[in-house]
């Protein structure tokens, strides 16, 4: 087996630059940036960071699936807002996603790859044991 895994999740969205959604390695899993994009690379949820951070957050859950992980195994999320006026509404759905796993984060103002974009996540998380 070769030593990195790429994981491509069902309905992900084209990247958007030479790279992978997902790899898989030495029993960790990580996540690309992810933006909210369908697969056929529409954006989604302009205009509405709560909207673009469920879009996001469930491409992220299907990665780490795909990867033979969970939500509950994240340890890390690396947010990123274009706008910090966007938190509260992207930490709402954040706790739909994490409502008592609280994994290490941080939160970032920097503006994103185009300008529709109002929320971006990547994600560390481990493998499940029977998935190694």
Known sequence: MHP????????APPPLAPYSSATKANGLIYVSGTL??????????????????RVVLNLIKSAIETGGG?????LFNHIFLKDLGDYAAMND?????FPEHRPAR?????????PEFLVELATVAAVLPENQ
């Open 36 to 53: 909210a994009m369908d697969e056929a690379g529409t954006i989604l949820g302009i205009g509405d960071a709560a909207e673009q951070t």
């Open 106 to 114: 941080y939160t970032i103002q920097t503006p994103l790859v185009k």
């Open 93 to 97: 759905v954040y706790q739909e996603f």
């Open 70 to 74: 969970s939500m509950e195994t994240v």
């Open 4 to 11: 990195v895994e790429i994981i491509v999740p069902p309905q």
